[in-house]
């Protein structure tokens, strides 16, 4: 059974820093991109950053030059760092890693539970 398990947010002021991180578990053969999204209740979930396994990475508009994704292939684990976060940065963050079980099948999108991020002002 794979599993992604997020850590890292919480509550924090305009301005402010938090480091997400998202482990993946459980038997697998590999990871190929990972990512972090995010969603507020009522509005469609929306792509924060994403990786490569060769670590090109992309963000979305409202994120650049404030956030970073970076990944540890050999703990297969994605961090997203996150400096200068405005309150519409609160949301319930979610990470994704497409992963193929076995060295036949191919890679398929498996999420994390969402760990809450909440900026006030």
């Known amino acids: 059974q794979v599993q992604l398990v997020e850590s890292g947010g919480g509550l924090v002021q305009l301005g402010g820093s938090l480091r997400l991180s998202c482990a993946a578990s459980?038997?697998?053969?590999?990871?190929?991109?990972m990512a972090w999204y995010r969603q507020v209740p009522g509005k469609q979930r929306e792509l924060v950053a994403a990786?490569?396994?060769?670590?090109?990475?992309d963000y979305g508009d409202s994120v650049k030059g404030r956030f970073t994704i970076s990944r540890d292939n050999a703990k297969n684990t994605v961090y997203l760092q996150m400096n200068s976060l405005k309150p519409e940065d609160t949301s319930v963050y979610y990470c994704?890693?497409?992963?193929?079980?076995?060295?036949?099948?191919?890679?398929?999108?498996?999420w994390g539970q969402g760990t809450q991020v909440a900026v006030s002002s």
């Open positions: 990786i490569t396994n060769g670590g090109s990475a």
């Open positions: 994704k890693a497409d992963i193929a079980k076995n060295i036949l099948s191919s890679p398929r999108p498996y």
């Open positions: 459980g038997s697998f053969f590999s990871i190929s991109a």
